[in-house]
């Protein structure tokens, strides 16, 4: 039986600050350490993520949870160091690799820049109940507050983009249609809150692209649509319940109705549901429950509740994935890739 290698990883590529420490054996996984500092509050005041605000905060930051996260132990509690390297905000990402670089300067140890998506597709295989269903072709909807994307992942490390948001991400969506409601940053959280007590048919918005054949997606339109309503409702009492419900079952039909498509297309074998936006209920069970009845065959596996938004261990495990696959990275070279697209090396 082969050993465990354990996998430091470190996450700051928007307004969480993580690290974490995997102890994985092939299908095996234990969570040794799994550290997460969010930035929300610092970044309510300003309605969104300031990134300058936020990398001075990832500084501090990093350095304690990796002390915390090290301990007694130190260099010697680790065998492979996994750092997020894009995409996301280019002077928060610096923040990491510097950290990782350092690492692997002093320790020696490998070190394997990851891409955060991948971070988020390896969230679900971080569910235990998931990992024995998580076979291939596998078709991932990667939804975040900076990407909605349908992927086909042929194996760990190989995947392709088969449809994508034209404009807006669904977790924008949500956090500007909330904001537009002076409902506080994230959005989606709140959105989601308020839609447990309204109608979903109270309002009518847009389905953009539903029909269109093509797995891709369109969610700026339903700004537009939100604040026409909000703005006319206003003198009608409109209620910011029906209108979060609304907006909610707008969005989760489209993403539902396009996942089920491309699974169809592709003939996957699962269908893993990750990113920020997998913690939104509704979404988990529509999609669950279409599945279900649709494409019985297909494994549904959506991300561990324990690792929805954006944390360390994921990408600790995607970083493992990689080093089971040969992939090694030169410290001295390591740069941030702020637009890297999952699919390129
Ligand atoms: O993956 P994530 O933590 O960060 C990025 O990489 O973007 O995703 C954050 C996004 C935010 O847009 C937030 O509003 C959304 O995930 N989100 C939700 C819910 N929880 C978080 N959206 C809808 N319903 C939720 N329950
Ligand atoms: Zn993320």
Redesign the pocket.
């Known amino acids: 039986m082969s050993t465990w290698t354990r996998v430091l990883g470190i996450e700051s590529s928007?307004d969480e600050t993580a690290v974490a420490i995997l102890a994985c054996r092939g299908n095996e996984v234990r969570r040794v350490k799994d550290l997460v500092t969010s930035q929300v509050p610092i970044h309510q005041k300003y309605g969104g993520v300031v990134p300058e605000v936020a990398a001075r905060s990832h500084v501090p930051e990093t350095v304690s949870l990796l002390t915390q996260a090290l301990g007694r132990r130190g260099l010697g509690s680790f065998d492979v160091i996994a750092v997020t390297q894009g995409p996301g905000l280019p002077i928060a990402l610096r923040v990491g690799i510097e950290a990782a670089r350092v690492l692997a300067l002093l320790s020696g140890k490998p070190l394997i820049g990851v891409n955060?998506l991948e971070g988020?597709v390896a969230s679900a295989w971080l569910d235990p109940a998931n990992r024995r269903k998580f076979v291939f072709p596998l078709l991932a909807l990667v939804v975040?507050?900076?990407h909605t994307e349908l992927v086909i992942m042929k194996d760990f490390g190989d995947y392709r983009l088969i449809g994508e948001t034209q404009d807006d991400a669904a977790?924008?969506a949500?956090?500007k249609t909330a904001k537009l409601m002076g409902l506080p940053y994230?959005?989606?959280?709140q959105?989601?809150k308020l839609a447990l007590a309204g109608d979903p048919n109270a309002i009518p918005l847009p389905r953009p692209m539903l029909h269109d054949g093509t797995f891709n997606m369109s969610f700026s339109g339903l700004k537009t649509a939100v604040r026409l309503a909000w703005e006319a409702g206003q003198a009608t009492g409109i209620k910011k319940e029906d209108v979060a419900a609304s907006i909610q079952q707008a969005i989760v039909e489209v993403l539902v109705h396009k996942t089920i498509a491309a699974a169809r297309h592709a003939r996957v074998a699962s269908v893993a549901l990750v990113?920020?936006?997998s913690?939104?209920t509704v979404l988990r069970e529509t999609l669950g429950a279409r599945l279900r009845d649709e494409l019985p065959h297909v494994g549904y596996l959506p991300s561990d509740r324990k690792s929805i938004?954006?944390n360390a261990a994921m990408i600790a495990a995607a970083g493992y994935w990689q080093y089971q696959n040969g992939t090694r990275h030169d410290w001295k070279k390591m740069e941030a890739r702020p637009e890297w697209p999952l699919g390129v090396r």
């Open positions: 928007c955060h988020h975040s507050g900076g977790g924008e949500f956090d994230p959005g989606g959280p959105i989601a990113g920020g936006v913690a939104n938004t954006d």
